[in-house]
Nanobody
Framework: QVQLVESGGGLMQPGGSLRLSCAAS????????MSWVRQAPGKGLEWVAG????????YYSDSVKGRFTIARDNAKNTLYLQMNSLKSEDTAVYYC??????????????WGQGTQVTVSS
């Protein structure tokens, strides 16, 4: 069965960096677009970044553009999110998701369990 398992979250001071990983299994990882989505406390889901199947094209929300980098290693079936210059407003649970028919989150057919990122001094 499809599994997406995130790791790498934690507590970081503002201005710091973290790298999230998402280990995928149960499907042909290299054949699918993937995304990172986050949910801040008391707020709805927010799309963060997306990457096409071969990694050659990436997309970012305005809130993270220039600070976050999405990448993938298809040989390792792993998705990454490098987060630099972290801000308190980046505090959220971060999910990786397998993209379905479009970049709209309603089409995402599998989600990980999430990893908590807390940015605080």
């Amino acid at each position: 069965q499809v599994q997406l398992v995130e790791s790498g979250g934690g507590l970081m001071q503002p201005g710091g960096s973290l790298r999230l990983s998402c280990a995928a299994s149960g499907f042909t990882f290299s054949g699918y677009w993937m995304s990172w989505v986050r949910q801040a406390p008391g707020k709805g889901l927010e799309w963060v970044a997306g990457i096409i199947n071969d990694g050659s094209i990436t997309y970012y929300s305005d809130s993270v553009k220039g600070r976050f980098t999405i990448a993938r290693d298809n040989a390792k079936n792993t998705l990454y999110l490098q987060m630099n210059s972290l801000k308190s407003e980046d505090t959220a649970v971060y999910y990786c998701a397998k993209v379905g028919s479009s970049w709209q989150m309603s089409s995402y057919d599998y989600w990980g369990q999430g990893t908590q990122v807390t940015v605080s001094s």
